[in-house]
T-cell receptor, first 112, second 114 residues
């Protein structure tokens, strides 16, 4: 899996939107962009994924740059329960056995 | 109902012992994984099984032996435990060799080797 770069940490106020950036300049045409998060003392949890178009689900939105070299995970209204480490991962979906290679992620702190 | 369950949740043991961690998923998935998260919080894949067959082995020491009796279970047996084996071990599952589906993770098993 190709490499991603994320800020080590970010802070947000509760009830405000949060934009978590991810750079992936070496992305290939078959790589999907996946986001997972890990809450304290829990296993990673799937958030969202996309290929080229922006994606929305009940948890978040994913905005993908036109050249696909970067993406942004958007939490529309952060809550204290969103405090976690967020991982941006590129995953090759060409039909072979696939694995998620986690980087260091972004630790999101949410304050009142 | 817990989708991916691991037992035990905590395990404290002495160096040199042999221990096992069990994982079961009730999602009907055919692919399961073991990940290791060390003290620096890096998550690294160890193994993956698809329909009871090993498909990913990330050069893990052969003291670690995964076993998949059926596609709903993937157990991890560790021989001759070392201090460096202390970590949180996560089991995960997905469908279709993980090509398109999301991974579902268990809550982790914290292993402490004294």
């Amino acid at each position: 899996d190709a490499k991603t770069t994320q800020p080590n940490s970010m802070e947000s106020n509760e009830e405000e939107p949060v934009h978590l950036p991810c750079n992936h300049s070496t992305i290939s045409g078959t790589d999907y962009i996946h986001w997972y998060r890990q809450l304290p003392s829990q296993g990673p949890e799937y958030v969202i994924h996309g290929l080229t178009s922006n994606v929305n689900n009940r948890m978040a939105s994913l905005a993908i740059a036109e050249d696909r070299k970067s993406s942004t995970l958007i939490l529309h209204r952060a809550t204290l329960r969103d405090a976690a480490v967020y991982y941006c991962i590129l995953r090759d979906n060409t039909g072979t056995a696939s694995k998620l290679t986690f980087g260091t992620g972004t630790r999101l702190q949410v304050t009142l | 109902d817990t989708a991916v369950s691991q037992t035990p949740k905590y395990l404290v043991t002495q160096m040199g012992n042999d221990k096992s961690i069990k994982c079961e998923q009730n999602l009907g998935h055919d692919t399961m994984y073991w990940y290791k998260q060390d003290s620096k919080k890096f998550l690294k894949i160890m193994f993956s099984y698809n329909n009871k067959e090993l498909i990913i082995n990330e050069t893990v020491p052969n003291r670690f032996s995964p076993k998949s009796p059926d596609k709903a279970h993937l157990n991890l047996h560790i021989n001759s435990l070392e201090l460096g084996d202390s970590a949180v071990y996560f089991c995960a599952s997905t469908s279709g060799q993980g090509v398109s589906g999301e991974l579902f993770f268990g809550e982790g098993s914290r292993l402490t080797v004294l």
